[in-house]
């Protein structure tokens, strides 16, 4: 089956780092862009960027350019998203999501929800 | 950056009935790059419509898409139980770049 499995939930301290992970199944995982996507109830769906496994490009959304970190490792099929430090406001549900068999992001992980509360 | 707005914020309905969801872009998305997408609560994004008109695999043929330039319409003709639910836009036309519109609750 393919899919995308994320880590799990996530409760941290403020200050605290933190690195999440979103692995690939049944596809060809080096081919296809991998979306990093935050959802939060005051400003719904955002973006926070890209990294292409295949050579390990990355691009940023400039509202989360320096707030975190994108990598991947490509002999697990799995990319990263981690923070140095960690706010409360990173506190939202983040995906990943990709695209398979079409232009667009057709196959979505399950989603980590983070937590940063004193 | 195109910013995509939607209307309404929130659409009541009732089952079997038809439902329409608007979509402005703040600039002309090129090549009818849009997408829809349904949220259930509790679960990821779901791709329901690309390329503004065409329908993922598995979605229903109850949902349509169309537009072009800045307006885009996602249409579900005659609602079910399960379409209850939230549905955004997204324009793509500088792929892999992309932006959601704010989401349209569809509720009963």
């Known amino acids: 089956e393919v899919q995308l499995v994320q880590s799990g939930s996530e409760v941290k301290k403020p200050g605290e780092s933190l690195k999440i992970s979103c692995r690939g199944v049944?596809?060809?995982?080096?081919?296809?862009?991998i979306a990093w996507v935050r959802q939060t109830p005051e400003k719904g769906l955002e973006w926070m960027g890209f990294i292409f496994p295949g050579d390990s490009e990355t691009r940023y959304s400039p509202s989360f350019q320096g707030q975190v970190t994108m990598s991947v490792d490509t002999s697990i099929s799995t990319a990263y998203l981690q923070w140095s430090s960690l706010e409360s406001s990173d506190t939202a549900m983040y995906y990943c999501?990709?695209?398979?068999?079409?232009?667009?992001?057709?196959?979505w992980g399950q989603g980590t929800m983070v937590t940063v509360s004193s | 950056e195109i910013v995509m707005t939607q209307s309404p914020a929130t659409l009541s309905v009732s089952p079997g009935e038809r439902a329409t969801v608007s979509c402005t872009a703040s600039?002309?998305?090129?090549?009818?790059?849009v997408a829809w997408y349904q949220q259930k609560p509790g679960q990821a994004p779901r791709l329901l419509i690309y390329a503004a008109s065409t329908r993922a695999t598995g979605i229903p043929a109850r949902f349509s898409g169309s537009g072009s330039g800045t307006e885009f319409t996602l249409t579900i003709s005659s609602l079910q139980a399960e379409d209850f639910a939230v549905y955004y836009c997204q324009e793509y036309h500088d792929w892999p770049l992309f932006t959601f519109g704010p989401g349209t609750k569809v509720d009963i």
């Open positions: 999501a990709t695209h398979v068999t079409v232009v667009a992001f057709d196959l």
């Open positions: 600039q002309t998305v090129r090549n009818k790059l």
């Open positions: 049944g596809y060809r995982y080096t081919s296809n862009w």
